[in-house]
């Protein structure tokens, strides 16, 4: 195991004992995994960030699953986090093929060896999650926080970024950066939560470590998710997803499409179980407490059904993770 640092800031609490490791992707690219702890009775909980975010930003819920008998883990997918980043010189962390994500995904999972595990995924990272596991990844639960199954609620924006992306990445000019607001530094105006507390962890974190930096959304992401969702639309590939999936759709939603979920929800009732929280912002587990724990009451009776209290058993705890 290679160690790995993990940040930390007093506004920012994290579980005791908390502590890092990278592993090494198909490519070689380094991928951090930081291990929160847990008793484990439930199993082990894979949380799998949004587009940017650092672990560290989701110490919290991982406080929420470890309260709930879960061994709690978080990944920066690379690109992102104090995973492998791009430079001039290495673009193996460019975004211009989700499936790195993918093998990523998989890597991981791999990598834990967990006997039971839930994944817990929030917008860009549900997109991940879904796009593993209709490649034939498993996990005995799923829960989405506001997943990224359709980007740009506007029809009009999402065609002409979709269309634009295509032309761009085809005339070389995929690393082009998108000109869209960044809302990690200033509450006022954001659009992703009403929590002006939960808004500042991931601000903290940027101003406490530079190499967290947000990575720049380019039209090689654009496409790269743009072609992850349309291979998820295919009835022959949701069909390949465990089922029943837990899906916590944010109604104010303006990063995905939350009309969308209410599709799936239609389409495949069987396959996606849809809660909708009306009056949230897109980051749900940042959102105040009258709409994040929304998210964990429906948590609550979902995991119930998977992973019943009465079928919990210890798992058993690796001198590594000591």
């Known amino acids: 195991m290679m160690s790995a640092r993990v940040v930390d800031v007093a506004s920012v609490p994290l579980p005791s004992g908390t502590y890092a490791e990278e592993v090494e992707a198909f490519d070689g690219a380094c991928l951090r995994i930081v291990h929160y702890g847990g008793p484990g009775t439930r199993g082990t909980a894979l949380i799998i960030p949004g587009w940017a975010e650092p672990s560290e930003k989701y110490a919290e819920v991982a406080f929420d699953l470890i309260d709930r008998g879960f061994k709690v883990v978080c990944c920066d997918p690379r690109g992102q986090g104090l995973s492998q980043r791009c430079t001039d010189e290495d673009g193996r962390c460019r975004i211009d093929d989700f499936q790195k994500h993918v093998h990523d995904l998989g890597t991981i999972v791999d990598h834990l060896g967990a006997d039971r595990l839930t994944l817990v995924c929030h917008s860009l990272g549900g997109l991940i999650g879904l796009s593993w596991l209709a490649g034939g990844g498993h996990a005995d639960a799923v829960a989405l926080s506001a997943p990224a199954t359709r980007i740009i609620p506007s029809p009009l924006t999402r065609g002409l970024a979709r269309g634009l992306a295509g032309v761009l990445v085809a005339a070389g000019l995929g690393d082009q950066p998108l000109p869209r607001k960044n809302n990690a530094m200033t509450f006022e105006g954001n659009s992703l939560t009403s929590d002006p507390a939960r ?66 929800a239609k389409r495949y009732p069987d396959v996606f179980d849809v809660v909708k929280v009306e009056g949230a912002l897109h980051e749900l587990f940042m959102e105040q407490d009258q709409y994040r724990d929304q998210f964990w009451d429906a948590f609550d009776l979902y995991i119930d059904k998977m992973i019943p209290k009465e079928a919990a058993e210890p798992q058993t705890v690796s001198a590594d993770s000591t």
């Open 199 to 264: 808004h500042g962890v991931l601000r903290d974190l940027l101003i406490a470590d530079e190499a967290l930096a947000l990575p720049q959304v380019n039209f090689h992401v654009v496409k790269a998710i743009h072609e992850a969702q349309a291979l998820l639309q295919k009835p022959e590939v949701i069909a390949k997803l465990p089922a029943p999936i837990l899906l916590v759709s944010a109604a104010l939603d303006s990063w995905v499409d939350p009309t969308h979920h209410d599709i799936l």
